[in-house]
């Protein structure tokens, strides 16, 4: 069996609630979603398949391809169990691989242990096999195995990613509370931004959120910036397949000459550090970079599918909070006056901050920032008159924001 011709599960991990964004993605690649959960979605196909999820995924964490799915109760177990796989039509014996797990068993205290029997079952294998063993270790520069083991059920996977998909490898300088890669993809993905718009970011920090959109509005996937991934160090594996979507990926980036992506911060250094952040990812030239106050962002004239898109801070602390609720009082007075005829949007991890805004969000979107509930507050502002019982812009009720 040639894990890359043979079609089995394949599980695509991501960060919890960015899946609605990731299975659009898959669908968006012509592939059928079998299921959706809440940190992944499932599918059927081979490792050929998983080498074009991995280069276009922006939304996802690993692409797991499975091997086996069995019960097992103890270490002695999963070291039967995994011994009598062929991995050494898998794992080159002179090659290198690492074992990473995530492990909910009472007999494990510890996922390092669950890992120490992984290797041993494919080590021994091998050697009994071929009489040479591969070598290991933690770093998931080779090929990766992966184990999900719950309870007395357990399934082992190829991880076809290695490194997390969630980083798109352009964020030399992280700057200050950066907004994860994969989440501000399903961010802007989840907005109504037509991709041929303006997009304004004031607040922009390190500029996550405008270098994402810039590389979304221009077809540039994640996989022109990555060289290595772990399925490459498989045995059976084809340098002409990846180069043949390596190509596909190359031909689909289009030049948008009318596209506007304004970014703004007050720092200095925040702009510096995202126009460097951009240069990397080569897209300094797309986005309108502005040292300013957010409230003096130069706007463009309001069209159709345009947004502005803020990610303020949460306030962390007492002090901080009390400073920040006219922060977000000036937002909402900012996307009042001054953004009409766009949609804007605000991601914040602060609900009770979120109520200083007084404007009535028609959407609410939840997310997961570190360990942050957060939401996307989505805010229709309207240039005209909006036929409604409510005055276009009316104030609500602070409780009702949340």
């Not at 897209?283 to 303020?312: H, K, S």
């Amino acid at each position: 069996m040639s894990v890359f011709t043979t079609p089995q599960k394949i599980i695509i991990t991501c960060n919890k609630w960015l899946a609605p964004a990731l299975r659009a993605e898959v669908i968006g690649l012509g592939f059928d979603v079998d299921r959706v959960f809440q940190t992944g979605v499932e599918l059927t196909g081979t490792v050929n398949d998983c080498i074009r999820l991995n280069l276009n995924l922006r939304c996802a964490s690993q692409v797991m391809y499975s091997l086996k799915t069995f019960i097992c109760n103890d270490p002695d177990e999963l070291y039967k169990n995994l011994v009598t796989i062929h991995w050494e039509k898998m794992i080159k014996p002179d090659g290198y691989f690492s074992v990473i797990s995530n492990v909910f068993n009472d007999t494990i205290s510890t996922n390092l242990f669950a890992n120490l029997r992984v290797k041993d079952a494919i080590v021994d294998r091998m050697r009994e096999v071929s009489g040479k063993r591969p070598s290991t270790g933690s770093e998931l520069s080779g090929a990766v195995v992966y184990l999900f083991w719950k309870n007395e059920e357990a399934e082992i996977f190829l991880d076809t990613s290695g490194d997390s998909l969630a980083r798109h490898g352009y964020r030399k300088l992280p700057g200050r509370a950066p907004m994860l890669e994969a989440l501000a993809s399903a961010t802007i993905l989840s907005t109504k931004w037509n991709r041929f718009g303006a997009f304004v970011n004031p607040m922009c920090g390190s500029g996550t959120l405008a270098i994402e959109a810039a590389l979304i509005a221009t077809k540039r996937a994640p996989g022109l910036l990555r060289s290595n991934y772990a399925f490459m160090h498989l045995l059976g594996y084809d340098k002409a397949v990846y180069e043949k979507e390596k190509t596909i990926i190359e031909e689909q980036v289009r030049h948008l000459p009318n596209l506007t992506i304004i970014a703004s911060d007050i720092s200095r250094d925040a702009i510096k550090i995202a126009k460097i952040n951009a240069a990397v990812a080569g897209v300094e030239d797309l986005i309108d970079f502005q040292v300013c106050d957010f409230e003096a962002t130069e706007m463009p004239e309001p069209e159709q599918g345009a947004v502005v898109v803020i990610n303020p801070e949460y306030g962390e602390r007492l002090g901080e909070e009390l400073e920040l609720e006219a922060t977000y009082a000036r937002m909402g007075d900012y996307m009042k006056n001054k953004c009409k005829g766009m949609t804007g949007y605000i991601f914040t991890g602060n609900l009770e901050l979120a109520k200083k805004i007084r404007l009535k969000p028609s959407r609410r979107i939840e997310f997961l920032n570190a360990k942050i509930d957060c939401r996307l507050l989505e805010y229709e502002l309207y240039a005209g008159t909006k036929r409604t019982d409510k005055p276009k812009d009316t104030l609500v009720d602070p409780t009702e924001v949340a």
